[in-house]
């Protein structure tokens, strides 16, 4: 049972979670209430390109852990798994395991002539995970910029499985749910990027110590913190800006609830996090602005269930 557990913490369970929850309600209160008369097959196959992502994710988490074990055992040494209880040879096992098992899943549903960006994205996913986890993270910036893309590809991925390569290149411009659809998902993946480049940021300044012993060359030190929180700052206050004005923008539609809920559940954490940031100095105050960040950016997927009743 323990060997369980540690393998749920090798798998980051609840970052899995939280990217089957955005992908499902992406699928269901976004493209359903779009695309009323799309037929099971169409769920079975969103089915297949979530249990395709996930596997691949885990692969992710996995590989990032097992190069990580020397920095994660000065920043985080009580969460280390990877030799202390997984067998190193299993772990890489399990990354093997994962990526191929996302790749195999996705040829079962997408034809390779009719979705070969489907499968290009797969592979080129897993290179990524493998590269980020090798080289990126410790380089300056990249790390962050892959992870944030990645991240934003969670989302993005739903919406290019639901069309072949023939269709996107030559889009219907007339069909009013295509456009709709193109332009969610293009606010969430943008929501999503700024979003995970914040806390990204926040990680680093809350593991310098680890990441400054073992050569890595993050945004605090190269810049310093003072430089890293100007950084910060100025994406909060972008994406609260387009927030706010997405907000006067939907006025005139009556969306109330929606807009309440946006002001007290995403705009407010991440003011927050702008307002508490000039006085954070120590790991324990970067920890809790980021756990700020990752509550706006939750709520930001949940609502998408608002979409569901409007749409």
Same mark, same amino acid.
């Given at each position: 049972?323990?060997?369980?557990?540690?393998?749920?913490?090798?798998?980051?369970? #609840?970052?899995?979670?939280?990217?089957?929850?955005?992908?499902?309600? *992406?699928?269901?209160?976004?493209?359903?209430?779009? +695309? #009323?008369?799309?037929?099971?097959?169409?769920? *079975?196959?969103?089915?297949?390109?979530?249990?395709?992502?996930?596997?691949?994710?885990?692969?992710?988490?996995?590989?990032?852990?097992?190069?990580?074990?020397?920095?994660?055992?000065?920043?985080?040494?009580?969460? %280390?798994?990877?030799? /202390? =209880?997984?067998?190193?040879?299993?772990?890489?096992?399990?990354?093997?395991?994962?990526?191929? !098992?996302?790749?195999?899943?996705?040829?079962?549903?997408?034809? *390779?002539?009719?979705?070969? =960006?489907?499968?290009?994205?797969?592979?080129?996913?897993?290179?990524?995970?493998?590269?980020?986890?090798?080289?990126?993270?410790?380089?300056?910036? $990249?790390?962050?910029? %892959?992870?944030?893309?990645?991240?934003?590809?969670?989302?993005?991925? %739903? +919406?290019?499985?639901?069309?072949?390569?023939?269709?996107?290149?030559? #889009?219907?411009?007339?069909?009013?749910?295509?456009?709709?659809?193109?332009?969610?998902?293009?606010?969430?993946?943008?929501?999503?990027?700024?979003?995970?480049?914040?806390?990204?940021?926040?990680?680093? !300044?809350?593991?310098?110590?680890?990441?400054?012993?073992?050569?890595?060359?993050?945004? #605090?030190?190269?810049?310093?913190?003072?430089?890293?929180? $100007?950084?910060?700052?100025?994406?909060?206050?972008?994406?609260?800006? !387009?927030?706010?004005?997405?907000?006067?923008? %939907?006025?005139? *539609?009556?969306?109330?609830?929606?807009?309440?809920?946006?002001?007290?559940?995403?705009?407010?954490?991440?003011?927050?996090?702008?307002?508490?940031?000039?006085?954070?100095? $120590?790991?324990?105050?970067?920890?809790?602005?980021?756990?700020?960040?990752?509550?706006? !950016?939750?709520?930001?997927?949940? /609502?998408?269930?608002?979409?569901?009743?409007?749409?």
């Amino acid at each position: 049972m323990k060997t369980f557990v540690y393998f749920l913490r090798l798998i980051r369970w #609840p970052n899995l979670v939280f990217i089957l929850l955005a992908e499902i309600l *992406f699928h269901f209160c976004i493209y359903k209430p779009l +695309y #009323p008369n799309a037929g099971l097959a169409v769920d *079975f196959d969103f089915y297949l390109i979530v249990l395709t992502y996930l596997c691949i994710a885990a692969a992710g988490y996995i590989i990032n852990d097992y190069f990580d074990i020397n920095i994660d055992q000065v920043n985080k040494p009580h969460k %280390v798994v990877v030799g /202390s =209880h997984i067998n190193r040879r299993w772990v890489i096992f399990w990354h093997m395991f994962f990526s191929l !098992m996302g790749i195999y899943i996705s040829t079962v549903a997408f034809p *390779f002539k009719q979705y070969w =960006h489907i499968h290009l994205s797969n592979l080129l996913t897993i290179l990524l995970l493998w590269f980020y986890s090798t080289n990126f993270k410790k380089g300056f910036l $990249v790390g962050n910029v %892959v992870i944030a893309v990645l991240t934003t590809w969670s989302i993005a991925v %739903v +919406y290019f499985s639901k069309f072949t390569f023939q269709q996107l290149m030559h #889009p219907d411009i007339k069909d009013v749910a295509n456009f709709r659809f193109a332009k969610l998902m293009a606010l969430y993946c943008a929501f999503a990027f700024i979003l995970t480049l914040v806390r990204e940021a926040l990680k680093d !300044m809350e593991d310098i110590d680890g990441d400054q012993k073992f050569g890595c060359r993050t945004l #605090p030190i190269i810049w310093g913190l003072k430089p890293t929180k $100007v950084y910060i700052g100025v994406w909060l206050v972008v994406v609260i800006a !387009m927030l706010s004005i997405i907000q006067l923008y %939907v006025i005139p *539609f009556g969306w109330w609830y929606s807009i309440l809920y946006c002001i007290a559940f995403i705009i407010y954490p991440l003011l927050y996090v702008l307002v508490k940031l000039r006085t954070a100095y $120590v790991s324990a105050d970067f920890k809790k602005l980021s756990l700020y960040v990752k509550i706006a !950016m939750l709520s930001g997927i949940l /609502s998408m269930i608002f979409f569901y009743f409007l749409l």
